[in-house]
Protein backbone atom coordinates (compact mmCIF):
# COMPACT_ATOMS: atom_id res chain seq x y z
CA UNK A 1 0.00 0.00 0.00
CA UNK A 2 1.62 2.83 -0.72
CA UNK A 3 1.92 5.54 2.09
CA UNK A 4 -0.10 8.60 2.55
CA UNK A 5 1.45 11.76 1.54
CA UNK A 6 1.80 14.22 4.47
CA UNK A 7 1.69 18.18 3.75
CA UNK A 8 2.87 20.76 6.28
CA UNK A 9 1.79 23.48 5.28
CA UNK A 10 3.52 26.85 6.71
CA UNK A 11 2.61 29.16 9.18
CA UNK A 12 2.21 32.35 6.68
CA UNK A 13 -0.57 30.29 4.49
CA UNK A 14 -3.19 31.65 5.80
CA UNK A 15 -1.52 35.02 5.65
CA UNK A 16 -0.23 37.48 3.13
CA UNK A 17 2.66 35.31 0.69
CA UNK A 18 6.08 37.53 0.69
CA UNK A 19 6.60 39.67 -2.02
CA UNK A 20 8.99 38.30 -4.17
CA UNK A 21 9.93 41.76 -5.86
CA UNK A 22 11.41 42.11 -2.44
CA UNK A 23 13.66 38.94 -1.61
CA UNK A 24 16.99 39.45 -1.12
CA UNK A 25 20.12 36.71 -1.81
CA UNK A 26 21.81 35.95 1.53
CA UNK A 27 25.26 33.94 1.06
CA UNK A 28 24.13 32.47 -2.30
CA UNK A 29 20.47 31.51 -0.65
CA UNK A 30 16.98 32.17 -1.06
CA UNK A 31 14.79 30.64 1.58
CA UNK A 32 10.99 31.06 0.74
CA UNK A 33 9.84 27.67 3.00
CA UNK A 34 6.78 27.63 4.22
CA UNK A 35 6.02 31.60 2.70
CA UNK A 36 2.19 30.49 1.29
CA UNK A 37 3.45 31.09 -2.17
CA UNK A 38 0.89 30.38 -5.33
CA UNK A 39 2.85 31.78 -7.70
CA UNK A 40 6.33 32.22 -8.25
CA UNK A 41 5.69 35.94 -10.01
CA UNK A 42 8.47 38.40 -9.74
CA UNK A 43 11.23 36.11 -8.58
CA UNK A 44 12.54 36.45 -12.25
CA UNK A 45 16.26 35.24 -12.99
CA UNK A 46 18.56 34.80 -10.11
CA UNK A 47 21.71 34.61 -12.45
CA UNK A 48 23.67 34.40 -9.17
CA UNK A 49 21.38 32.11 -6.49
CA UNK A 50 22.91 28.73 -5.54
CA UNK A 51 20.33 27.29 -3.08
CA UNK A 52 16.83 28.00 -3.58
CA UNK A 53 14.44 26.33 -1.05
CA UNK A 54 10.44 26.67 -1.78
CA UNK A 55 8.62 24.20 0.31
CA UNK A 56 5.93 23.53 1.42
CA UNK A 57 3.79 26.20 -1.07
CA UNK A 58 1.05 25.88 -3.19
CA UNK A 59 3.17 26.22 -6.18
CA UNK A 60 2.23 24.34 -9.20
CA UNK A 61 4.44 25.78 -11.87
CA UNK A 62 7.80 27.44 -12.65
CA UNK A 63 5.99 30.21 -14.56
CA UNK A 64 7.10 33.78 -12.70
CA UNK A 65 11.02 32.66 -12.45
CA UNK A 66 13.35 32.44 -14.97
CA UNK A 67 17.08 31.00 -15.92
CA UNK A 68 19.25 30.48 -12.80
CA UNK A 69 22.67 29.09 -14.18
CA UNK A 70 24.59 29.02 -10.92
CA UNK A 71 21.62 27.31 -8.73
CA UNK A 72 23.18 24.04 -7.10
CA UNK A 73 20.21 23.20 -5.06
CA UNK A 74 16.41 22.96 -5.48
CA UNK A 75 14.40 22.22 -3.00
CA UNK A 76 10.26 22.28 -3.89
CA UNK A 77 8.69 19.52 -2.02
CA UNK A 78 5.72 19.52 -1.11
CA UNK A 79 3.52 21.69 -3.53
CA UNK A 80 1.61 20.93 -6.54
CA UNK A 81 4.01 20.89 -9.37
CA UNK A 82 2.72 18.48 -12.33
CA UNK A 83 5.84 19.06 -14.40
CA UNK A 84 9.77 19.09 -14.60
CA UNK A 85 9.96 20.75 -18.22
CA UNK A 86 11.32 24.08 -16.41
CA UNK A 87 14.06 22.39 -15.43
CA UNK A 88 16.07 23.44 -18.77
CA UNK A 89 16.52 26.88 -17.40
CA UNK A 90 18.57 24.98 -13.99
CA UNK A 91 21.72 23.38 -16.42
CA UNK A 92 23.81 23.09 -13.30
CA UNK A 93 21.62 21.58 -10.65
CA UNK A 94 22.99 19.08 -8.16
CA UNK A 95 20.16 18.39 -5.80
CA UNK A 96 16.61 18.49 -6.25
CA UNK A 97 14.15 17.50 -4.07
CA UNK A 98 10.37 17.15 -6.10
CA UNK A 99 8.87 15.02 -3.34
CA UNK A 100 5.07 14.68 -2.20
CA UNK A 101 4.04 16.82 -5.47
CA UNK A 102 1.50 16.21 -8.35
CA UNK A 103 3.96 14.71 -10.79
CA UNK A 104 2.50 11.42 -13.26
CA UNK A 105 5.30 10.95 -15.42
CA UNK A 106 9.19 12.19 -15.95
CA UNK A 107 8.81 12.31 -19.64
CA UNK A 108 9.27 16.39 -20.15
CA UNK A 109 12.16 16.46 -18.03
CA UNK A 110 15.44 17.51 -19.43
CA UNK A 111 18.67 15.72 -19.23
CA UNK A 112 21.00 17.26 -16.36
CA UNK A 113 24.28 16.21 -16.74
CA UNK A 114 25.25 17.98 -13.45
CA UNK A 115 22.52 16.34 -10.67
CA UNK A 116 23.99 14.57 -8.18
CA UNK A 117 20.58 14.05 -5.64
CA UNK A 118 17.24 13.20 -7.04
CA UNK A 119 14.18 13.25 -5.03
CA UNK A 120 10.52 12.34 -6.45
CA UNK A 121 9.55 10.03 -3.37
CA UNK A 122 5.45 10.47 -2.64
CA UNK A 123 3.94 10.97 -6.09
CA UNK A 124 1.92 9.83 -8.55
CA UNK A 125 4.75 8.28 -11.08
CA UNK A 126 3.21 5.74 -13.18
CA UNK A 127 6.44 4.42 -15.26
CA UNK A 128 10.17 5.60 -15.50
CA UNK A 129 9.74 5.99 -19.19
CA UNK A 130 11.35 9.35 -21.21
CA UNK A 131 13.94 9.86 -17.89
CA UNK A 132 16.92 11.02 -19.63
CA UNK A 133 19.94 9.10 -18.52
CA UNK A 134 22.00 10.86 -15.70
CA UNK A 135 25.14 10.28 -16.13
CA UNK A 136 26.12 11.77 -12.83
CA UNK A 137 23.35 10.31 -9.94
CA UNK A 138 24.60 9.15 -6.91
CA UNK A 139 21.27 9.06 -4.84
CA UNK A 140 18.16 8.62 -6.43
CA UNK A 141 14.59 8.20 -4.40
CA UNK A 142 11.14 7.26 -5.56
CA UNK A 143 9.47 5.69 -2.85
CA UNK A 144 5.61 6.06 -2.60
CA UNK A 145 4.80 6.13 -5.90
CA UNK A 146 2.50 3.22 -8.44
CA UNK A 147 5.50 2.40 -10.11
CA UNK A 148 4.38 -0.93 -11.89
CA UNK A 149 7.72 -2.53 -13.81
CA UNK A 150 11.14 -1.29 -15.05
CA UNK A 151 10.02 0.18 -18.25
CA UNK A 152 11.95 3.19 -19.13
CA UNK A 153 14.41 2.79 -16.36
CA UNK A 154 17.46 5.12 -17.45
CA UNK A 155 21.09 4.27 -17.38
CA UNK A 156 22.67 5.26 -13.67
CA UNK A 157 26.30 4.38 -14.17
CA UNK A 158 27.22 6.14 -10.82
CA UNK A 159 24.68 5.53 -8.66
CA UNK A 160 25.29 4.52 -5.52
CA UNK A 161 21.72 4.56 -3.33
CA UNK A 162 18.43 4.18 -4.45
CA UNK A 163 15.32 4.55 -2.83
CA UNK A 164 12.35 2.81 -4.41
CA UNK A 165 10.09 1.03 -1.65
CA UNK A 166 6.66 0.73 -1.35
CA UNK A 167 6.04 0.86 -5.35
CA UNK A 168 4.16 -2.31 -6.76
CA UNK A 169 7.10 -3.34 -8.80
CA UNK A 170 9.24 -3.88 -5.28
CA UNK A 171 6.91 -7.03 -4.78
CA UNK A 172 8.88 -8.95 -7.48
CA UNK A 173 10.66 -11.78 -5.30
CA UNK A 174 13.99 -10.97 -7.46
CA UNK A 175 13.85 -7.12 -7.20
CA UNK A 176 17.23 -6.37 -5.50
CA UNK A 177 18.44 -8.43 -8.17
CA UNK A 178 17.01 -7.09 -10.98
CA UNK A 179 17.86 -3.29 -9.61
CA UNK A 180 21.70 -4.11 -9.49
CA UNK A 181 21.32 -5.93 -13.20
CA UNK A 182 19.71 -2.39 -14.35
CA UNK A 183 21.91 0.15 -12.07
CA UNK A 184 25.54 -0.39 -12.10
CA UNK A 185 28.29 -1.16 -10.34
CA UNK A 186 28.71 1.75 -8.17
CA UNK A 187 25.26 0.50 -6.20
CA UNK A 188 26.04 -0.10 -2.80
CA UNK A 189 22.34 0.32 -0.80
CA UNK A 190 18.93 -0.27 -2.05
CA UNK A 191 16.35 0.75 0.04
CA UNK A 192 18.56 1.74 3.10
CA UNK A 193 20.20 -2.18 3.11
CA UNK A 194 23.64 -2.51 1.97
CA UNK A 195 24.36 -4.41 -1.31
CA UNK A 196 25.31 -7.96 -0.25
CA UNK A 197 27.71 -10.39 -1.97
CA UNK A 198 24.13 -12.93 -2.14
CA UNK A 199 22.48 -10.00 -4.11
CA UNK A 200 25.58 -9.59 -6.69
CA UNK A 201 25.83 -13.49 -7.47
CA UNK A 202 21.96 -12.93 -7.89
CA UNK A 203 22.33 -10.59 -10.56
CA UNK A 204 25.45 -11.94 -12.37
CA UNK A 205 23.46 -14.99 -12.61
CA UNK A 206 20.67 -13.46 -14.86
CA UNK A 207 21.45 -12.96 -18.63
CA UNK A 208 22.68 -9.91 -19.55
CA UNK A 209 19.66 -9.05 -22.46
CA UNK A 210 17.17 -9.19 -19.58
CA UNK A 211 17.82 -5.90 -18.49
CA UNK A 212 16.84 -4.53 -22.52
CA UNK A 213 14.01 -6.69 -22.01
CA UNK A 214 12.96 -5.30 -18.26
CA UNK A 215 13.87 -1.55 -19.91
CA UNK A 216 11.05 -2.32 -22.56
CA UNK A 217 8.53 -3.25 -20.22
CA UNK A 218 8.61 -6.93 -19.90
CA UNK A 219 8.37 -8.35 -16.21
CA UNK A 220 10.66 -11.32 -15.04
CA UNK A 221 9.14 -14.09 -12.74
CA UNK A 222 12.12 -15.82 -12.31
CA UNK A 223 14.73 -18.43 -14.28
CA UNK A 224 12.95 -21.26 -16.01
Not at 40 to 46: T, V, Y
Not at 79 to 84: A, G, I
Not at 193 to 204: K, N, T
Request: aromatic letters at 8%; hydrophobic letters at 40%.
Amino acid sequence: MTPQRLRRRGDSAGGTPKSLERIKLVDGRIDLNKAGLRSLAGLGPQPRVDFLYLRDNYLKSWEGAGQMPSLKILDLGNNQMSSLSFLVDLPNLRQLYVNSNSLCSLADMPCITTLEYFSVSQNNIEAFEGMPAMPELKVFCATGNVIQSFLGYPFFPKVEALRLAHNPFCANPHFRALVLLLSGSFLRKIDGSVVADEDRRAAAALPVKLATALRMGFEFAGPS
